[in-house]
């Protein structure tokens, strides 16, 4: 009874490693991590995954120089509350506007200052933008706002 309780055991445990294995390797692999919120810095890598995953997406717009950036990324994005909903819920992207990679994304989405949260559906189509420093609660409910949102379409 004993050998079959542990090969039960064994069976489930393996079960559960090859699924968190290939949950794993559907994420994109380039991220940058703010305080333990997860952003991934590959646009097309995210697309990708919210597709399979139906989740959100949110593009952070940033660059290192922006003193209201630094706030967001000290201030907001360690708080419990937020790490929890954007790595639960969305899919993140950072997005760093000075890299020319980014070029086309900082034009084809009309950013105009830092920091800009653009939200987009699970197949990519904007649902709306923020420009600006958001405390925690307004960034909450941005986020509140955007998965009821998602849900309609």
């Known amino acids: ?10 069976t489930l445990a ?6 968190a294995a290939e949950a794993t390797e559907e994420a994109p692999k380039k991220i940058r ?14 697309l990708s995954y919210a597709s399979k995953t139906s989740k959100p ?15 967001f990324e000290s201030e907001v994005l360690p708080k419990q509350r937020v790490k929890d909903t954007l790595n639960r819920d969305f899919v993140a992207v950072a997005i760093d506007i000075d890299k020319s990679e ?3 994304l900082v034009f084809s989405y009309e950013v105009r200052g830092t920091p800009t949260f653009v939200f987009l559906t699970h197949d990519g189509k904007k649902l709306g933008s923020i ?22 379409f």
């Open 1 to 10: 009874m004993r050998r079959w309780a542990i090969a039960v055991l064994l």
């Open 14 to 19: 393996i079960g559960c490693l090859e699924s």
């Open 33 to 46: 991590n703010f305080s333990g919120a997860v952003f991934y810095t590959s646009y097309e890598e995210a």
């Open 57 to 71: 997406v949110l593009l952070y717009f940033r660059i290192d120089s922006c003193g209201w950036c630094r706030k």
């Open 102 to 104: 980014n070029r086309e």
């Open 131 to 152: 420009v600006g420093f958001m405390d925690e609660n307004t960034f909450l409910q941005a986020l509140e706002a955007v998965k009821e949102s998602q849900s309609k």
